[in-house]
């Protein structure tokens, strides 16, 4: 067990890997109504999974950018995996939008 403390409950951490148990995620800052917020990435799926705002939401961007490297680390996550992680769903909504402009 880790003494890292995250800005979310334990509780809420385990159900994270629960639910993405054998992916591999990245937490990230999001725009959230009334601010910023937390979102989960899962490698090359387009967008992302967004954690409710009353469990993580800030006025400040780098508050959130801040709890999602916390996160991160938490999880065993480089700076670089983390934005490598990022990327590829950006890369994989930009494909998905494509797609779907051909059809």
């Given at each position: 067990m880790t003494t890292t403390k995250?800005?979310?409950p334990q509780a809420s951490m385990e159900?994270?890997?629960?639910?993405f148990h054998g992916?591999?995620?990245a937490f990230t800052a999001?725009?959230?109504?009334?601010?910023f917020g937390l979102g989960v990435t899962l490698e090359g799926e387009p967008?992302?999974?967004p954690i409710p705002?009353?469990?993580a939401s800030s006025k400040s961007w780098e508050a959130m950018n801040?709890?999602?490297?916390?996160?991160?680390?938490f999880l065993g996550l480089s700076d670089e995996d983390a934005m490598r992680i990022v990327?590829?769903?950006?890369?994989?909504?930009n494909t998905r939008d494509r797609q779907n402009r051909k059809r």
């Open positions: 995250t800005i979310l159900a994270v890997r629960e639910i992916k591999t995620i999001v725009v959230a109504e009334g601010g967008g992302y999974w705002t009353d469990l801040d709890a999602a490297t916390t996160i991160n680390r990327t590829s769903t950006m890369a994989a909504q």
